[in-house]
């Protein structure tokens, strides 16, 4: 332990100093001496055993263990004050509040309810009314490590930040008092690793190991390092390897299965999640992630079953979003679109995401319902999920095909300028550029598109019969027939006559009615003769060689 020499860093003053400096095997049977010393020795077993439970997420069992301990020690404010801190970790804050309060009337010198009202201010955003609290439990209760961790967590964990204060409440005064608290190590690791110091968190991950090396909470949470960093290997190496040491730890089968989910190895992430619930509170939440785990091994139907039975007693709006998805995975659209619709009206707009946009365009562009237009609700949809998400900038091809199709084609060469931008050496997107722009009548930028088209790719057949398009639409009446180089060089590049025939068609007849124009009755011949070759019902060839 950490200064033995300060008579105030000993938290149990009726220990000696011998008793404490006692070797690290022996740590759980001193607890328990010093929690006969402190009268505790009837109640220490249910108390570790209510702790275990919830840090193996068995919530149930937990407030079962706890309420049972106050059934038989009516006084003991540990007890009202975990339970109070259960209630807390499922915002449930009124609950929470009645057992601290209750803690604190039965036993006033115990610090932790104190530190939970506290806490609860701070949730609030009544900083100033937490510190006076803490500082009460400080001043007031029986100090020791736990009331120490307890307010430093509150500082780590909640919305308004303070981790200047959680690392002084951890380094300085829980792990002084008591260095073997292992909870204290990990949410330090956590803090440093939070503020993307990975050798900080490293380094106190390493502490909880030394004071329990089987710890699998502490080998999960080291894992967490890598799965930062993306080093899913090494983070999955100590997941199995938690696992192996602990096999009781069912938070290590939850993490194990989101690795797998990352990893997009669906079948092994079910397996792991499926093990999680088993070994812990078979409640909504866990119904809830089952779900969205079925929905990424793609097994829709499943996913439907149970997220409808949870619908029926839950009002976690995340539901109706899985269902939309799963929905549209069955092709059932129109209840896809009940649901997305549901979910992004009735959810806060900072907590909807990039894919709930995604969906519904998706959705709309399968409905393709003209009367409740559809195809421009999916423009916007898909507009929504590249704004809040440049990852999914390929959503603009999609965005782009259906202004095409409504012939905004305006709107449409927009949409393929900035995807030109992003991949300037995409040749099926520099080509819809200019089509788009050809289409939208705006010649200029079409033909410059073009010239730029043929300069990047000069053998491709594209550039050149859209180029002669081009200058055809210029050149109004072909007065100066501005497109005659560029249909002669498609014709030069377009050998395969099958493959192309529509195109050739379309270029042979208008060198055909240039020659003719020119009066070179020769080679307008030869010309019309080609069309005749390629398309044997030609009519406008038929009379061109008969005017000859």
Not at 76 to 100: C, R, T, V
Not at 211 to 240: D, W
């Amino acid at each position: 332990m950490a200064n033995l020499n300060e008579e105030k860093s000993n938290p149990y003053p009726t220990l000696t100093r011998l008793q404490l400096i006692i070797t690290t095997n022996m740590k759980t049977t001193l607890k328990l001496l010093v929690l006969s010393f402190l009268g505790f020795s009837a109640n220490a077993q249910s108390i570790e055993q209510g702790l275990k439970y919830i840090d193996n997420e068995k919530y149930s069992s937990a407030k079962a263990e706890f309420n049972k301990l106050i059934a038989k020690d009516p006084k003991d404010g540990n007890a009202y004050y975990y339970l109070g801190d259960i209630y807390l970790k499922h915002q449930q804050k009124d609950s929470a509040k009645i057992y601290f309060e209750k803690g604190l009337a039965v036993a006033p010198k115990n610090p932790l309810s104190m530190v939970g009202l506290g806490t609860l201010d701070y949730i609030n955003n009544q900083q100033e009314a937490a510190k006076l609290k803490f500082d009460q439990a400080i001043s007031n209760g029986k100090r020791n490590a736990i009331m120490y961790y307890k307010i430093g967590e509150c500082y780590a964990i909640h919305e308004k930040k303070n981790y200047s204060d959680a690392i002084f409440y951890l380094k300085e005064k829980a792990l002084v008092y008591d260095n073997s608290l292992v909870d204290a190590h990990l949410l330090l690791g956590d803090i440093y690793l939070w503020q993307n110091d990975g050798n900080n968190a490293a380094a106190n991950y390493n502490n909880a190991l030394l004071v329990n090396p089987k710890s699998a909470k502490t080998m999960i949470r080291k894992g967490q390092i890598y799965l930062y960093s993306k080093n899913y290997t090494e983070a999955l190496n100590l997941y199995l390897k938690g696992i192996q040491s602990d096999s009781s730890y069912s938070p290590a089968y939850r993490e194990l299965g989101e690795l797998y989910a990352k990893a997009q190895r669906f079948n092994e992430a079910l397996a792991a999640y499926k093990t999680y619930i088993d070994r812990s509170d078979n409640n909504d939440e866990t119904k809830l992630m089952y779900g969205k785990f079925l929905y990424l091994a793609k097994d829709y139907l499943k996913a439907i079953d149970i997220l409808k039975e949870l619908q029926e007693k839950s009002t976690d709006l995340v539901i109706e979003r899985i269902l939309g998805y799963c929905y549209f995975e069955t092709g059932d659209y129109n209840q896809s679109l009940k649901y997305l619709n549901q979910f992004v009206s009735n959810q806060e707009p900072t907590k909807l995401q990039s894919s709930d946009f995604e969906y519904l365009g998706k959705t709309f562009t399968k409905l393709n319902d003209p009367k409740l237009k559809t195809d421009s609700l999916a423009v916007l949809s898909y507009g929504k999920a590249v704004s809040m998400d440049t990852s999914k900038f390929y959503l603009n091809n999609d965005i782009a095909t259906l202004l095409i199709s409504a012939k905004k084609f305006k709107e449409a060469s927009e949409v393929y300028k900035i995807i030109v931008a992003k991949k300037p050496n995409s040749i099926n997107d520099f080509i819809n550029l200019g089509r788009t722009y050809y289409f939208a009548n705006l010649n200029a930028e079409a033909d410059t598109t073009f010239s730029q088209f043929i300069t990047k790719w000069p053998t491709s057949v594209n550039g050149y019969i859209w180029k002669a398009r081009a200058k055809r639409k210029i050149d109004t009446g072909d007065k100066l027939w501005l497109a005659k180089p560029y249909f002669e060089k498609y014709i030069e590049v377009a050998t395969d006559e099958v493959k192309y025939k529509k195109d050739l068609v379309e270029a042979y007849t208008y060198l055909g009615a240039y020659y003719y124009n020119q009066k070179d009755k020769p080679k307008s011949t030869e010309i019309w003769t080609k069309v005749k070759a390629l398309d044997p019902g030609n009519k406008i060839a038929e009379e061109a060689l008969k005017a000859k």
